[in-house]
T-cell receptor, first 112, second 115 residues
Framework: GEDVEQSLFLSVREGDSSVINCTYT??????LYWYKQEPGAGLQLLTY?????DMKQDQRLTVLLNKKDKHLSLRIADTQTGDSAIYFC????????????FGTGTKLQVIP | DVKVTQSSRYLVKRTGEKVFLECVQD?????MFWYRQDPGLGLRLIYF???????EKGDIPEGYSVSREKKERFSLILESASTNQTSMYLC??????????????FGPGTRLLVL
């Protein structure tokens, strides 16, 4: 079945860039997502990218997709303490097939 | 704004008890999901429903059942709670037909402890 892998933990200093990586196995993935989970809360969609795109930028967030290697990354520029959270990579096939497969989550710790 | 609410934030139950977790969404979404979240394992899909009275097994349905009698409400049932069901339970909903983009909206979660 589908599998989405992430490293479990990342620690960065405030003001630095953070890069969170993800690999997935489903070559039928149509959409890839990044969700953010703040402490004590549910997940919230942060950004997404279509599988026919290589890059998407949204303010401090840059998503890079290497479809050949099935590798997705999320770069957060000028990381702030408010960015401390768990970040989940996810993928779906689209086309009405509603199942989304989530990764294991990466806990980002921002050191002041 | 989409709102997904879950009946309890924290729940403590004893082994063997029947447990009901309720989820309600207010945006007329067709699809609803139940996940459990465990450290190092991420989110794992238990069950989902794409319409009233319809349900599909996810990746880990054993020990759980679900009920969807009304479009806005999706219940997760633990028939006989066991300690290995201690976890964070997350409910989500999504809309069908949004150009294939399956954005899921999550509730705040229920942290269940089974003693």
């Amino acid at each position: 079945g589908e599998d989405v892998e992430q490293s479990l933990f990342l620690s960065v200093r405030e003001g630095d860039s953070s890069v969170i990586n993800c690999t997935y196995t489903d070559s039928s993935s149509t959409y890839l997502y990044w969700y953010k989970q703040e402490p004590g809360a549910g997940l919230q969609l942060l950004t997404y990218i279509f599988s026919n795109m290589d890059m998407k930028q949204d303010q401090r967030l840059t998503v890079l997709l290497n479809k050949k290697d099935k590798h997705l990354s999320l770069r957060i520029a000028d990381t702030q303490t408010g960015d401390s959270a768990i970040y989940f990579c996810a993928e779906s096939r689209g086309g009405g097939y509603q199942k989304v497969t989530f990764g294991t989550g990466t806990k980002l710790q921002v050191i002041p | 704004d989409v709102k997904v609410t879950q009946s309890s934030r924290y729940l403590v139950k004893r082994t063997g008890e029947k447990v009901f977790l309720e989820c309600v969404q207010d945006m007329d979404h067709e699809n609803m999901f139940w996940y459990r979240q465990d450290p190092g394992l991420g989110l794992r899909l238990i069950y989902f429903s794409y319409d009233v009275k319809m349900k599909e097994k996810g990746d880990i349905p054993e020990g759980y059942s679900v009920s969807r009698e009304k479009k806005e409400r999706f219940s997760l049932i633990l028939e006989s709670a066991s300690t290995n069901q201690t976890s964070m339970y997350l409910c989500a909903s999504s809309l069908t037909g949004t150009g294939y983009l399956e954005t899921q909206y999550f509730g705040p979660g229920t942290r269940l402890l089974v003693l």
